[in-house]
């Protein structure tokens, strides 16, 4: 009887599973807005992530066969012309021995940033763990042998770091992408007939490689996507495909043909993505009810150029990040890291000063809100409830700081990073809100005067 029974709850639950199993695909594209705050949570509070594109691009660093090329460096195939058989031998280069996961994940925390997006796969094709769907990969191509993804995953596990994976629909090594019917390897009107063969048995199932094996993801930070065999309804698919496989991800707009060039956000229509891509660039305003992420490198190039040294100072990193976060959006800040596996020294040294000042005033960026006024000549805005963080770029003359738009009293005025809060002397008035700044001790990139106030921001207005 025992037996019999038992029988009967195995049958009872294959049939169960059989029939989850078979449960049509969702679609994710009917979410609600609920659900999608939800699940956007975590990125809008983070603001600050780590950009890392690495690859075969780092061994050349920008020169081939003795020439420079011009731009970025991560498309020296492109721009260099390497035919595919040439470019491969890069991968029998690679040997990265002095990348440490733990160092570079720490590096990204200590700087303040809490997600990284590191390209699993770039427009080359070569891929950065060890795919079954490919020997085109660090496991079978390279004598380094070793799972980059899996490192920098349990890494970023251990230093509670999110972990996102950036992932080029355009494949320029794969024969059903890309050649050998693209005369040139970035050619947006050409079409591959066998195109659908790579999106059905390599791009898809190379998807679910990453999004499968690599533990909870933040987002899939989808490029390359302005090719002619890419569509809007391939993007849809992909989009709910990536989101069958793992419901919670994020996915930005280059999985669909919404994005509007390097301005990066999404046109008017119907098109998958959960957040804008401007690149290079800070939308000009705040966007209300819109998520974006400006995407930035910290000299000219995403990819290792080793005469690349047009590096932007840590105030311009730092008054970026705040622009950013004072219009409601995120900065992703990006390192491109030597085939040695070590991050350039330039970028280290901006990434630790960018920390001591996230240290001292991290509270006026994280779980913002975009500014409520214009911005000043001297500055920027972010809030809080019953917080206005004012960003002071240029000490004012005389060290009084006006806040024209606040013409009632406040609750308090204080520096943020002075610990213990000393109130300033501040002044409410039509002329607007005046604060007297102490003559020293002012941050050399930004500081951050902290308004607190009764009510409502708009109550302080009139
Ligand atoms: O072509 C890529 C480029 O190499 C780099 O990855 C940037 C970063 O977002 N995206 C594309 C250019 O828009």
């Not at 427009?123 to 980059?148: E, N, Q, R």
């Not at 995953?153 to 251990?158: G, S």
């Not at 533990?215 to 990536?242: A, Q, R, S």
Request: glycine share 8%.
């Amino acid at each position: 009887m025992k037996i019999l029974s038992t029988l009967l709850v195995i049958v009872f639950l294959l049939g169960v599973f059989a029939c989850e199993k078979q449960q049509p695909p969702k679609n994710y594209l009917n979410e609600s807005q609920q659900e999608k705050d939800t699940r956007m949570q975590w990125w809008r509070e983070a603001r600050f992530g780590m950009f890392i594109h690495w690859g075969l691009y780092a061994i050349p660093a920008g020169e081939y066969n003795g020439q420079k090329i011009k731009g970025i460096g991560e498309w020296i195939m492109d721009r260099a012309d390497i035919p595919v058989e040439e470019y491969e031998k890069f991968a029998a280069r690679f040997n990265p021995v002095k990348y440490d996961a733990d160092e570079w994940v720490l590096l990204a925390k200590n700087a303040g940033m809490k997600y990284i997006v590191i390209t699993s796969k770039h427009h080359d094709g070569f891929c950065l763990w060890d795919s079954k769907v490919s020997d085109y990969d660090i496991m079978d191509a390279t004598p380094y042998k070793k799972d980059i993804l899996k490192a920098l995953k349990e890494a970023c596990d251990r230093h509670g770091i999110n972990l996102s994976f950036y992932h080029s629909i355009m494949d320029w090594h794969h024969p059903d992408a890309q050649a050998p019917f693209y005369p040139h390897y970035n050619d947006r009107k050409k079409s591959n007939p066998n195109f659908d063969n790579y999106v059905r048995n390599y791009l898809k199932p190379q998807l679910k490689e990453l999004v499968d094996q690599y533990g909870k993801l933040g987002i899939l930070w989808f490029d390359g996507e302005w090719i002619g065999d890419w569509t809007p309804p391939l993007g849809k698919d992909l989009y709910n495909y990536v989101r069958n496989l793992q419901p919670d991800i994020i996915i930005n707009n280059r999985v669909d043909k919404g994005r509007q060039g390097m301005e990066g956000l999404t046109k008017e229509g119907d098109f998958a993505g959960d957040y804008g891509t401007p690149e290079q660039e800070i939308p000009d305003t705040g966007l209300p009810g819109v998520d974006w992420e400006s995407c930035m490198t910290m000299n000219d190039t995403w990819g290792f150029k080793s005469f690349d040294d047009n590096w932007k100072s840590t105030k311009t990193l730092i008054h970026n990040l705040v622009d950013i976060a004072s219009k409601g959006g995120n900065y992703l800040l990006n390192v491109g890291p030597t085939a040695e596996g070590l991050i350039p020294e330039a970028s280290v040294k901006r990434l630790k000063e960018i920390g001591k000042w996230m240290m001292e005033n991290g509270e006026a960026i994280y779980s913002t809100q975009a500014s409520p006024f214009r911005q000043p000549q001297w500055g920027r805005f972010t809030q809080k409830p019953g917080i206005l963080y004012a960003f002071v770029f240029d000490s004012p003359k005389k060290g009084e700081l006006v806040i024209e738009q606040i013409k009632k009293p406040v609750k308090k005025v204080y520096i943020l990073a002075d610990e213990k809060k000393n109130e300033l002397k501040s002044k409410s008035g039509q002329k607007g809100l005046t604060i007297s700044l102490p003559g020293e001790g002012l941050d050399e990139h930004a500081t951050v005067v902290v308004v607190e106030y009764e009510g409502s921001i708009d109550g302080l207005t009139k």
